[in-house]
């Protein structure tokens, strides 16, 4: 996974839980954060609300851009990242 926001690669297990990105969800400045089953953003200097679905990545494809949580240490835990799915976790 290529984070788009952050300019990093992570690698995550297919399990791992992902959330679809909104139409309109191009460029954000910084985390997405879901709360009560929607989404809220800052992109274009406007704050921005939409709506998602949850699902794991062995529902994603090469090319997709999702929504990602990390567990580094350095994000809270509501804060979700724009990400763009360069190859598959292998199924375990």
């Keep these: 996974m290529r984070d788009v926001v952050r300019d990093t690669h992570h690698e995550l297990p297919a399990s791992a839980r992902m959330l679809r990105v909104p139409y309109d ?30 699902s794991t990545l062995a529902d994603a494809h090469p090319g997709e851009r999702v929504l990602l949580r990390f567990q580094d240490g350095t994000s809270e835990s509501d804060e979700w990242w724009l990400c763009q799915v360069e190859s598959l976790p292998p199924f375990v």
């Design 25 to 54: 969800l191009f460029d954000p400045a910084g985390p997405v954060k879901l709360r009560d089953g929607l989404i809220t953003y800052l992109e274009g200097g406007q704050s921005k609300t939409g709506s998602t679905a949850e």
